[in-house]
């Protein structure tokens, strides 16, 4: 009898320190790759088909910096179209470049103007157009558009092709 006292004793204390562990808050343990951080550093790899041209787009739909004399902040879907010569912007650092925006003030024709002059400084391509659709602020939408073509490089002609109807077989 004086043994089962014992275990029931050393149980109690037991399930009590259980219990404060589950109330504990759980706390998130640091990945083994933590997250990446903003860097005006863009990288470039070999573009895989350098003996043809072709169009590599990028949608930035969730461009933000704020304004230089307001503080308030802007937001811009970007669209970049590209045709690269020997080397293709990677992608994961043209993420990382267009969030190191987020906390810097900018007008919008500057900001497209240097975005569009760091691409060309790292990958000289044959062709880029960067388009910015800005929000609206004070009732007024702002577009820019600027675009860099290497000299001498001539486009290809423009290739257009029939267009049918959407068939679906259905009878209407």
Known sequence: MATQKKTAKSAA??????KDVELAPKQ??????????PSKELHVFPNPAPERDYVIQF??????????????PDFAHFT????????????????MYFWSYRDEGAFHEKVTNTILEDIVKVTNPRFIRITAKW???????TNVVVEHRKKGWKPQPRV???????ESGLLR
């Open 13 to 18: 204390p037991a399930t009590k320190m259980r």
């Open 28 to 37: 998130r343990e640091m990945p083994p790759n933590p997250p990446s951080r």
């Open 59 to 72: 949608q930035v739909p969730e461009f933000t910096c704020h304004c230089p004399l307001t503080g308030q």
């Open 80 to 95: 970049i179209d590209m045709i690269a010569d020997q080397y293709c912007v990677e992608l994961k650092s043209l993420k």
């Open 135 to 141: 929000y609206v602020r004070g009732g007024i939408y």
């Open 160 to 166: 257009d092709l029939p267009t049918h109807g959407f």
